[in-house]
C-alpha cells in the first residue's frame, strides 16, 4: 500500500501504512542521577554509581521523546531486554506514575 486509501466518494486520505517502516529510536532509562562535575571527573573502573529506582520497578519506554510504555528489565540470552507490561496513556509524561 502506498499510504494513501480511497473512500466510497473518491476522496482520498492517507494511512499509517507508508510510515510503518520508517526507523525510531527507542530508549529505556534505566535511571538517572546528579553528579557534581568533580565526582564525574574522578570516575574511575570499579565506580558504583547508585540510581533511584529499585530492582523490579518499571522502566518508562520513549519512542521520539514520548512515553510509550513501561516495562521491567529482563535477560535474554545474556542480553538485556525489556518486558512490556503497560502500554501508557497519551497524556502520560515520561517519569509519571499511576496511582
Known sequence: MLGFETVDDG???HTVKFIEDVPLIMTVEIGRTE???QKVLN???GSMLVFEKIVGEP???VVGNRLMARGEIVVVNERYGVRISEVTRPDEKIGARRE
Open 35 to 37: 553528579m557534581e562535575v
Open 11 to 13: 476522496e482520498i486520505f
Open 59 to 61: 522502566m518508562d519506554v
Open 43 to 45: 570516575l574511575k573502573k
